[in-house]
């Protein structure tokens, strides 16, 4: 019942920026926790930002931090992810994902998100 739609990836120089959306349908009301993962190949999909969307309470990974910003846009039903000074080894698939039953935190793992997105790919080249 929940679908989340991801927009925005491309393919951009070093010190670049990129805004990600994750249309969640239905709005996001409903949904305790949203996030933004990423996989590259060869490595284990990790998190990236997590937001609780009642308190908008905000996770960066430590790669990510000072340079991401996760943000919700109740007008437009999404959350949003602003990708500043990417770097190179940013590139990954990037999915939004969410979790119903409880708020985001630190912990959160990602066997516990229920519901995912498709992915857009990100490709930041040197």
């Known amino acids: 019942q929940v679908q989340l739609v991801e927009s925005g990836g491309g393919s951009v120089q070093a010190g670049g920026s990129l805004s990600l959306s994750c249309a969640v349908s239905?709005?996001?009301?409903?949904?305790?926790?949203v996030g933004w993962f990423r996989q590259a190949p060869g490595k284990e999909r990790e998190k990236v930002a997590l937001?609780?969307?009642?308190?908008?309470?905000?996770y960066y990974a430590d790669s990510v931090k000072g340079r991401f910003t996760i943000s919700r846009d109740a007008a437009n039903n999404a959350v949003n992810l602003q990708m500043d000074g990417l770097k190179p080894e940013d590139t990954a698939m990037y999915y939004c994902a969410a979790r119903p039953d409880a708020f985001c935190s630190s912990s959160s793992q990602t066997r516990q998100f229920s519901y995912w997105g498709q992915g857009t790919q990100v490709t930041v080249s040197s």
């Open positions: 937001l609780t969307t009642p308190s908008d309470s905000t």
């Open positions: 239905g709005g996001i009301r409903g949904v305790n926790c």
